[in-house]
Every structure is written in C-alpha cells, then in structure tokens.
Nanobody, 126 residues
Framework: QVQLVESGGGSVQAGGSLRLSCTAS????????MGWYRQTPGKQREMVAV???????KYADSVKGRFTISRDFAKNTVSLQMNSLLPEDTAVYYC????????????????????YGPGTRVTVSS
C-alpha cells in the first residue's frame, strides 16, 4: 500500500497562482509514477499532469504552459505549480500514484493509477 498526502490548494482569483504538494509513503518502490488528477461535480476524474519514473512528463492540453509539475524522487514528493489560473481550473485535485502504464493516452484514461490522496480543493473565482 501507498499513502498519499496533499497540501496546498485554496481559493484564488483568476490569473492567480497556487502550489500543491504531495508526499508518498509506504511501498513506494512498487510504483512507477506520481502525478495529479482533478475532478469536478458530475465529471470524470481527469489527468492534469504526471511524471513517470521512466519517460516523459505528461500534461493535459488544458494546462500546458500554465502548470508545471516537479518530482523529487529522493523525497517521494510531487508538486504542481499552477499559474494563470482560470475559473475552469476549479476542482478537487488528487495526488496519484501506482504501477503506471504504457500505451497511447493511457494516463489520460487513468490506467495504472492505483492510489489517490484524499484530495485538496482549488477554487478560482472570476
């Protein structure tokens, strides 16, 4: 089992910035990625950004150029710097980890995601 604990989040006006952080503990050696997903009411949880142990960082098209994900492999942490926030970024953000996946758009389809944190709310007002 892997435990994920998020911090950060909150409320901000459009155009503002927030930073989310997540620390993993437990059987982290069995995981192959860390990243962030988000969910709004009535919608499926969607990938925001992930950092696989091997391979390229992936971003959702909607956040490219505005969000930056960073990972500290030694500390088992992942952070998400969110700039130029938009009202449509309002969601509950979840730290994620698991065995990971290969294949076309597999992270976008949440394949290989085994663990989520409890979530942290981000609210962007216009």
């Amino acid at each position: 089992q892997v435990q994920l604990v998020e911090s950060g989040g909150g409320s901000v006006q459009a155009g503002g910035s927030l930073r989310l952080s997540c620390t993993a503990s437990g059987n982290v050696f069995a995981t192959n990625f860390m990243g962030w997903y988000r969910q709004t009411p009535g919608k499926q949880r969607e990938m925001v950004a992930v950092v696989p142990n091997v391979g390229s960082t992936k971003y959702a098209d909607s956040v490219k150029g505005r969000f930056t994900i960073s990972r500290d492999f030694a500390k088992n942490t992942v952070s998400l710097q969110m700039n130029s926030l938009l009202p449509e970024d309002t969601a509950v953000y979840y730290c994620a980890s698991g065995r990971g996946c290969t294949g076309y758009n597999c992270y976008e389809r949440s394949i290989g995601v085994e663990y989520y944190g409890p979530g942290t709310r981000v609210t962007v007002s216009s």
